[in-house]
Structures are given as structure tokens and as C-alpha cells.
């Protein structure tokens, strides 16, 4: 296993969208090509399953050096209001765009740091959410919270407005690493506001934690799932560190990249989380997921429904997910696209009466394919090519690419259908990129993704 880390720990997408995103074609894609092909999901989906929301809310009081995402530090909370306001009127532009009222299966609150916002302000944003929507019978509403600053006013009051799901940034409980990446948190903390989520009615709790990180060791891993152990979440999100500094936006300067464990160093950190986690009654749900019995996501993986897309892995699939807010990225499954990544431009562009959109992807036939066949190794670590409607073109070329790791057993082929055996799990992103049409095309050596393992 040692030598085979080495041998694929390359740069890859984690696919999250097919293609991804260095790889949309915006030279092809305007904006009411956009709103065509979000008009054309609306009217297939919405009826049929509903629809699903994701909002950036992306205010963060300091910068937590790990992070990757598209965030705004302020200390100024009456950034609040006039943000919120902003995400409404967007919402407005999309429901203009109807002829029926938006069914909403799967809502999610992203950051930075959604409890960044007072309790009022989540209830009005919420409130201002559904004046021109509907909930959907099975829906499910889930929010990010950071442990240091969640209040159990917050928690009631999403809960209030029908939010059964919270996760919590835990990363890692010793000191030094948490210094490193500048985020202090307490265990005590982690156990406040897990003990409320639980007493209110919160149906499932996640906490997110990343190996991979600086000055992380085994021993750091062990203690802080042991921690976990006592509070014992619905779902762990394992992630692996994506060290990516070189891109435009990212905090991840605060430490020295020799202070990072590498390769099978790291990898060894995630095998020793997994071993606790099984031990522990959790269930390995696709790529960095683990979930108890009891929760959503286990049970998605029984019947056969697990999805994922920008928001990561979800038990709750539509094929139409609209992303609202700042940076946000929304799919219509035909198509994909990107808001403006500042929140001066977002407002100022909104407040206009026009879509915030900057860039997209809208995918062709093949591109529809492909990302289907990502999507089955991601959630089912299968896939097959039988049917028609899931042939490739030149699909020897992608059998060229999985010749290596057919050799290295970490991919078995019978006839027209590919299996990811379970201790090969960990190059799932390597079995995608085999199928990645984009990836093999250009062939970058540029540091555009984090490593692969």
C-alpha cells in the first residue's frame, strides 16, 4: 500500500460536479443560457422531487488558515441585514423565473459562518425564504455551526423553522494544531452545543473533522476521535487537509508546509480514523463519510439514493440544486454556474435585478454521461457502461487510463462494468479521473487540485 500511495497521491478533483470546475467551457456559456437550463430542470423536477437550496452566508469574524472556501472577514455584524436582504432579492430573480411555487426538499446553510448571524436574522432570511416557497414532505434543512460561537437560541430557532441537521467544525482538539490553523475551540464547547442540538430535537449532528493537518500526529488523531467517541455524532466527516495556498482567495499561509505529514504519513492518519470509526458503529458512506445505522445517510447507501454535488454527499437527491449568495454555485444537472465571488459585487449586481452569475459550465450529452458515471464511483464505488444510455465514446481510452490500477488491483473489470474493491477505496478520486474526458484532454501540470490521497 506504502508504494501505491506514492504512485497515485497526484493532484485530482474531489468531484463534486462533473466537469469541474478549472474545466467549464465559459467561452460557450452566457447567462440565459443558465437561466434556459435552470427553467427546463424547474419544470421537470419541481413537481417530481422539489428542488434544493444552498445559501452562502459567508461572514467569519478571523481566518482559520486551513480553510479553502470563499469567506468575508468582518467583525462588523450590521454586514447582517443588508446581506440577507440581498439573498431574498436573489431568490425573487429565480421564483420570477417560474410559473409555480419553488418545492424545497433539501435546504442548506454554508460559510464561512452561518451562526456568524444573529438568531433574528437566520429566522428572517428563513421567513424571507419561504414567502415564495413551499416545504417539501420529506424535506430536510441541515446548517453549519461553528462550536464557539453557536448559541442555543440559534439552534431553537432554526430548529423552529424546520432545521433537523447541524454539523460542527471540530478539525482537531489538541492545541498546537489548533493554534497552527488558528481555530480554538474547547472540547466542553463541542460538547455545549452538541448536548443542546440533541435536547432541542436535532435529528442528526455531524461533526467535521480533517486529518492531514499541520503538527498532526497519530496520537493527535487517536485523542480527538477518542473525544468524539464521547459525544458520539450521527455522522463524521473525515475529511483529508486540501493544501491549496496557490489559489486566489485561500488563508493557507499561516504555517510551514514542511509541518504538514505527507503521503503515507497521511494516509496513515486516515486509516487509524476509519479502524475507530467501525470500531465505534459507524458505517463508511463514500469518500471522507461515516455515519451510525440510525442516521439518513447509512440508510441512503441501503436503498440505493445517496447523491452528491457541491454541498458533498446528501441523503436527499433533486436534480435541481439552486446556490444563492455570494461565490455560490448552483446545478440544474444540464448545467452549472457561478456567483460573483466578492459580496460588494454580489450586492451591487443583485440590487440591479440580474442573476449574479460570472462564469458556468452547460454540459453536452457526453458531459451528461460522463458525470453520471463520476457520480455511481463516488456514491457506489461502481459503474457500468451496458445500457445505452450510458455508452462512451472511445471508451478505450478510458480503458487505457485504468489499465494501472487494473494491474495494481485497485479496480476490477467484468465485461462493461468497473468495481472499486473495498481496500482500494482510498483512489476512488484516481478511478474518476480515468473517466474525467476534461482531465485526460488537457493534462495540466499545473497546480490546480489538491493531492488525491
Known sequence: MKNLIQKYNVPGPRYTSYPTVPYWNNETFSKQKWINSFQQSFIESNQKEGISLYIHLPFCESLCTFCACHKHITKRHEVEEDYINTVIKEWQLYVNLTNETPIIKELHLGGGTPT???????????????????????????????????????????????????????????????????????????????????????????????????????????????????????????????????????????FNENDLPKDEEKRELYEIGKKLFADLGYEEIGMDHFALKSDSLYKATLENTLHRNFMGYTSNKTQLMIGLGMSAISDSWYGFSQNVKTVKEYQKIVNLGEIPVFRGHILTKEDQIIRKHILNLMCNFSTSWDLDQMKISNIDIHLHELEELIKDDLVHLKGNTIYIPEKARPFVRNVCMAFDKKLLKVKSDQKTFSLTI
Open 116 to 254: 456568524f448571524f444573529s438568531k433574528e436574522n437566520l429566522e428572517y432570511l428563513i421567513q424571507g425564504i419561504f414567502k415564495n416557497a413551499k416545504k417539501h414532505n420529506n424535506a430536510e434543512f441541515s446548517f453549519e455551526g461553528h462550536p464557539s460561537n453557536t448559541t442555543k437560541e440559534q439552534l431553537q430557532t432554526l430548529y423552529n423553522c424546520g432545521f433537523t441537521r447541524v454539523s460542527y467544525g471540530v478539525q482537531d482538539y489538541n492545541q498546537n494544531v489548533q493554534k497552527a490553523i488558528n481555530r480554538i475551540q474547547t472540547f466542553e464547547e463541542v460538547q455545549q452545543v452538541t448536548d443542546w442540538a440533541r435536547a432541542i430535537g436535532y435529528t442528526s449532528i455531524s461533526h467535521d473533522l480533517i486529518f492531514g493537518l499541520p503538527h498532526q500526529t497519530k496520537e493527535n488523531v487517536i485523542y480527538t476521535i477518542n473525544k468524539t467517541k464521547e459525544l458520539k455524532p450521527d455522522r463524521i466527516s473525515f475529511y483529508s487537509y486540501a493544501h491549496v495556498p496557490w489559489v486566489k482567495g485561500v488563508g493557507q499561509r499561516g
